[in-house]
C-alpha cells in the first residue's frame, strides 16, 4: 500500500475511533504524548506531522490501526 493511502487510513481510523487504545498509541507515537485523549486538535495536530513521519513511523503506526 502507499504511503498517502496509508496516512489517510491512519488519520480516519483515529478520527473515527478517537476513544480507542490504537488511536492513542498512535497520537503518542506521532506527537509524542501519552495518555492524552484524542480530541479535534489532536487530529488537526496529526493531519499536520503524520505526512512528514518517516516510512517505518508510517508502517508502524498503519499496522497498529489494522
Do not use: W, Y
Amino acid at each position: 500500500m502507499n504511503r498517502d493511502t496509508q496516512i489517510k487510513s491512519i488519520l480516519s481510523f483515529v478520527d473515527e475511533h478517537r476513544e480507542s487504545t490504537a488511536s492513542r498509541i498512535v497520537a503518542a507515537k506521532i506527537l509524542g504524548e501519552k495518555n492524552r485523549r484524542v480530541d479535534d486538535e489532536i487530529i488537526k495536530e496529526l493531519h499536520a506531522k503524520l505526512p512528514r513521519a518517516t516510512h517505518d513511523v508510517i508502517d508502524e503506526c498503519f499496522q497498529i490501526i489494522e
